[in-house]
């Protein structure tokens, strides 16, 4: 029997497992609807190529230069952006007169995502020496591997990745699963905005376009929470000398309600369709919301100033376009269509893991209908604007390894280099502690306890009794 929307049960786990585009190769599928953020990549490149020049090369390394997309998912766009980052990569080592090294690619995204799909469109590897890869047709010059995991979280071993490139995936925010009785999932969407006691509480809303303002406040929360975890991981997982290119969904208005591109997306036809689709309780509907935050400027740039490891090369606004991709604009069918399959490929696992696959088949028709119906407005309406941002690893000057008084945590730099966390002075102790308090910083707390023991005290009391005395002797002579 098809489950009916209130039934579904889906565990922590399993919903971290089910997050994703729309895999495979069908019509709603993201391989096949994908060509927008292709075109959007495509009027980037310039970007890419001008942060591509920031990372830093060396004359000969016996290590593969290593390249991670993070949010890869399964078309061929990442192909494209990886196969690209690398030829120019060649290219520099080419110009500079340095020794090729062999490149690591490292595809990263959800495990739930269609690897397999991806790796299917994957070139085979050209045999024999990276210069006679170079040269050969429709094959990859560099070795490739899945990393399944949230970017939020560490994916890499540490120091191991020279350059990080994330396009259309930053916006996503965690996906972080509270369960209640096991029959809702709330997926990190912020709490309060689930919680009908809060002021938050999204109410008839399934994003947050034209929400009230705690509910926009909460989501901006939890997305610079989100981008701060991410740069420290990356920070750790980073070579010196690398640099990272980012893009997500941005906006050019400063209000977080005004979500521009997405918010009409998400917030006209589809929401209608919502309100249309009868069958759930309004509380099933206000309990799914789009997981997703298109940021300012302001927003982005704040959590990187805080996290502090990289310094900014370039961030801003850039306008995409239209997500949806139709060859006949005047085609009312087909801008619908294209509507449907859009909101489908992005949201369309979690709509089933909400209500069912029934009556999300129900859900997006609904979404088609209502596009084809007011399809000259929605083809102009709907245009996305992309942060994006070149970022380079600031480097680690300090040569000494600090150890924390456990002798557990060492860190570099500013950070506790096993849990991440910047160090900061905790008030219950003068040495300098991550807020788990468990790693505290080993300069000062050696030079408190020097100067605090026992031992310490007589020793500096008897050199201070001997500078006295080597005092007395040059001002007064024995002779004098
Ligand atoms: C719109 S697709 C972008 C795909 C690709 N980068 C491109 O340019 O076409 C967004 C991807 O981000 C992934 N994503 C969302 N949240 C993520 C997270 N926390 N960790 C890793 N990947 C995530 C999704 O699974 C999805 O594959």
């Not at 069958?279 to 996290?307: C, M």
Request: overall charge neutral; hydrophobic content about 40%.
């Amino acid at each position: 029997m098809a489950p009916s929307g209130d039934d579904i049960i889906v565990s922590e786990r399993k919903l971290e497992m089910i997050l994703s585009m729309k895999g495979g190769k069908g019509e709603a599928s993201y391989a096949n609807n994908s060509q927008a953020q292709a075109k959007h990549a495509r009027s980037m490149l310039h970007l890419l190529k001008e942060t591509l020049e920031t990372v830093q090369l060396k004359p000969s390394s016996e290590t593969a230069f290593a390249v991670a997309d993070l949010g890869c998912s399964s078309g061929t766009n990442t192909l494209f952006t990886v196969n690209m980052i690398i030829q120019h990569i060649i290219k520099r080592y080419e110009s500079l007169g340095y020794v090729l090294p062999e490149f690591s690619a490292y595809f990263s995204d959800l495990p739930s995502n269609d690897f397999n799909t991806l790796f299917q469109l994957l070139p085979p590897l050209a045999m024999g020496s990276m210069e006679e890869c170079l040269v050969t047709d429709n094959h990859r010059s560099f070795f490739a591997a899945a990393v399944p995991g949230s970017f939020y979280r560490r994916l890499f071993p540490t120091r191991s990745i020279n350059f990080f490139h994330s396009a259309f995936s930053l916006h996503w925010l965690s996906q972080v699963i509270f369960l209640d009785n096991c029959y809702y999932y709330h997926y990190k969407v912020p709490e309060s905005v689930m919680d009908k006691r809060s002021t938050a509480y999204n109410k008839g809303r399934v994003f947050i376009h034209g929400a009230d303002e705690e509910t926009a406040g909460a989501y901006k929360k939890q997305y610079q929470s989100d981008l701060a975890s991410f740069l420290r991981f990356r920070s750790l997982e980073m070579r010196s000398g690398g640099s990272m290119f980012l893009v997500c969904l941005g906006r050019t208005s400063v209000d977080p309600t005004d979500q521009s591109g997405p918010g009409l997306l998400f917030g006209t036809h589809f929401q209608d369709a919502w309100n249309d689709l009868g069958l759930i309780t309004s509380e099933k509907r206000d309990t799914f919301n789009i997981p997703v935050y298109a940021s300012s400027l302001q927003d982005f740039r704040e959590v990187v100033e805080a996290d502090g490891s990289f310094t900014i090369n370039k961030l801003e606004v850039f306008k995409g376009g239209s997500p949806l991709v139709v060859n006949q604009p005047d085609n009312a069918a087909e801008v619908g269509r294209a509507l449907a399959n859009s909101c489908r490929s992005v949201a369309g696992v979690l709509v089933d893991a909400h209500i069912g696959e029934q009556l999300s088949e129900e859900l997006f028709s609904r979404v088609e209908h209502k596009g084809t119906a007011h399809a000259k407005e929605t083809l102009e309406q709907i245009q996305f604007y992309h942060i994006v941002a070149s970022l380079s690893f600031v480097q680690v000057k300090t040569k000494k390894k600090m150890r924390c008084s456990s002798q557990l945590h060492t860190r570099t730099g500013a950070r506790c280099r096993w849990c991440a966390e910047a160090v900061t002075m905790p008030s219950s102790s003068r040495g300098l502690a991550c807020s788990s308090e468990t790693a505290t910083r080993s300069g000062r707390r050696f030079w408190h306890v020097a100067r605090g023991s026992p031992m310490m005290r007589v020793w500096n009391f008897w050199v201070f009794e001997l500078m006295v005395e080597v005092w007395k002797k040059m001002m007064m002579p024995d002779d004098a």
